[in-house]
């Protein structure tokens, strides 16, 4: 049995040229003993900023360079996850304004790697497209790089408080206890795991609206915007 893929293996030679004077082979040996023989790309979805920043210390396992920047090392993982800097952009938010549309709505964000596709693990996806759904429109508000979540010491704790201000999180997969602090943080865990387009995915969410089971109706009578008030700043309420 092989301890690595050859495409695993590839990719901790350029994660170790990255990180400076780290011996590739070392880098494998922690990266097993971390994860597990044999050592697949799969597996290599498992390790964090937290993890290297540790082993690049002063007690720790690997020896490189006095001092790794927090740049180097979020570049080195994402190298071993095997994301490039040539994927494509993030798409742009929607232009258009909701306008006179006040009926209740929710907050979702997608767990997404490129384009407008929901492909992505809660840990590991590069962003979240938040959108506002409602009955007959769906609008993407804006995009949150999850980057700086990797250099949080706890990255899913900081991954929910990213999104702390949504109602729903769509994914293709999410372990138990990253869906625990999603959960703390207010929001609801829904799992996709065949992934998809995501406002494809979205439009079954509305197909609910009019019949939501109780947890989603709840969201709904919360989230309806009020009306627009008919009195001009400054003015005075009408008598009674």
């Known amino acids: 049995m092989k301890?690595?893929?050859?495409?695993?293996?590839?990719r901790v030679v350029a994660a170790a040229q990255r990180l400076g004077e780290i011996d590739p082979r070392a880098l494998v040996?922690?990266?097993?003993?971390?994860?597990?023989?044999?050592?697949?790309?799969?597996?290599?979805?498992?390790?964090?900023?937290?993890?290297l920043k540790a082993a690049l210390s002063g007690d720790g396992p690997l020896t490189g360079p006095n001092e790794i920047d927090a740049i180097a090392l979020k570049e080195a993982l994402r190298i071993l996850w095997g994301e490039t800097g040539d994927e494509e952009p993030p798409p742009?938010?929607?232009a258009e304004a909701d306008g006179?549309?006040?009926?209740?709505s929710l907050r979702v964000a997608v767990a997404s790697n490129r384009s407008e596709e929901l492909d992505g693990h809660f840990g590991t996806a590069r962003r979240f497209l938040i959108y506002r759904v409602?009955?007959?429109?769906?609008r993407l508000l804006e995009v949150r790089s999850a980057a700086d979540?990797?250099?949080?010491?706890?990255?899913?704790a900081a991954r929910a408080a990213l999104i702390a201000d949504c109602n729903l999180l769509c994914v293709q997969s999410i372990g138990g206890p990253a869906a625990a602090k999603v959960v703390r943080a207010g929001v609801h865990p829904l799992k996709f795991p065949q992934g998809g387009n995501a406002r494809h995915l979205l439009a079954q969410l509305q197909t609910v609206f009019?019949?939501?089971p109780p947890w989603l109706a709840k969201v709904l009578s919360r989230n309806a915007d009020p009306p627009p008030s008919l009195s001009s700043p400054g003015s005075s309420p009408p008598e009674s």
């Open 210 to 212: 009019d019949h939501p």
């Open 92 to 94: 742009l938010p929607d």
């Open 29 to 51: 040996l922690w990266i097993g003993e971390q994860v597990g023989l044999p050592i697949s790309c799969e597996k290599l979805h498992r390790l964090t900023v937290a993890d």
């Open 149 to 156: 979540c990797d250099l949080a010491d706890d990255k899913n």
């Open 3 to 10: 301890a690595i893929s050859r495409e695993a293996a590839q």
């Open 134 to 138: 409602r009955r007959d429109s769906i």
């Open 100 to 104: 006179d549309d006040h009926s209740a």
